[in-house]
């Protein structure tokens, strides 16, 4: 398996990276952790942005083992954010990782962001992983914390990877989208929708970028095996190939 015509990880000559990005909701890998690590491993991603990771009992070892399947290694969050989590291959350098958990509604599941810096040779880049709530008050207020969390990171370059559990037309997506660029509405390629595998109707998942990072391509891979795909877990994957700029 291949991803396509979806440009490769590399560093140009004038110092640019060209950085492959993942985001994947795999459902706390409740499905078949093979197809998922094969999923995930044919994509080549540099950074992968997962949610709903396992948060429980030995949740390290189980992201530890899913990331050495994929030739990946963990890099943050999990139980410790409440279930977004950050993989990253050996082409990343980390300078940084924190895991943040967001004001406790009574009544509804807590949620958390899996944040790092990393580097690629020299540009530094700020990465968010995010599982906003199924409310739509609470989800338009972690929104405007996500916001918050990418300005307070001191990086130039950021990216987001989320299940947003709402549609491009929701008002949370709609900020989200006038602060970032939705890669997916700004390159689209491949497929637009990641909501379920059997029946793909809606995007709720996207990957976002801070303005100076140029978007090369994003979206649901043309060319998985779709056996694959509804294996691993009841979202498809997004895949973004990203140009971030030379200090």
């Not at 890099?75 to 958990?101: F, K, N, Q, W």
């Not at 880049?125 to 969390?149: I, M, N, P, T, W």
Request: hydrophobic share 45%; net charge neutral; with cysteine.
């Amino acid at each position: 398996m291949d991803s396509g015509s979806l440009p490769n990880s590399l560093t140009e000559a004038d110092g640019s990276a060209v950085v492959r990005v993942l985001s994947y909701n795999i459902r706390s890998m409740r499905d078949d952790p093979v197809a998922l690590a094969r999923v995930m491993k044919a994509c080549a991603p540099d950074l992968v942005l997962i949610q709903e990771a396992p948060r429980f009992f030995r949740w390290r070892k189980q992201l530890a083992r899913l990331a050495r399947a994929a030739d990946l290694v963990y890099l943050s969050g999990g139980g410790s954010a409440a279930g977004p989590a950050l993989l990253c291959s050996l082409r990343a350098t980390v300078e940084r990782t924190e895991d943040v958990l967001l004001p406790l509604t009574p009544g509804l599941h807590r949620r958390g962001f899996a944040t790092a810096v990393v580097r690629f040779g020299g540009v530094r880049l700020g990465v968010v992983s995010c599982h906003l709530s199924l409310q739509k008050d609470e989800r338009y207020a972690q929104g405007g914390l996500l916001l918050d969390r990418i300005e307070a990171m001191g990086v130039e370059h950021a990216v987001v990877g989320g299940d947003l559990n709402e549609r491009p037309d929701g008002r949370t997506f709609r900020r989200l989208a006038a602060a970032l660029n939705d890669a997916w509405a700004t390159r689209p390629w491949g497929s637009e929708y990641t909501s379920t595998p059997a029946d793909p109707h809606q995007r709720i998942d996207a990957i976002l970028a801070t303005k100076g990072i140029e978007i090369l391509g994003c979206g649901v891979p043309p060319d998985l095996p779709a056996h694959e795909l509804r294996a691993a877990t009841d979202h498809l994957p997004v895949l973004a190939a990203l140009r971030i700029p030379a200090a």
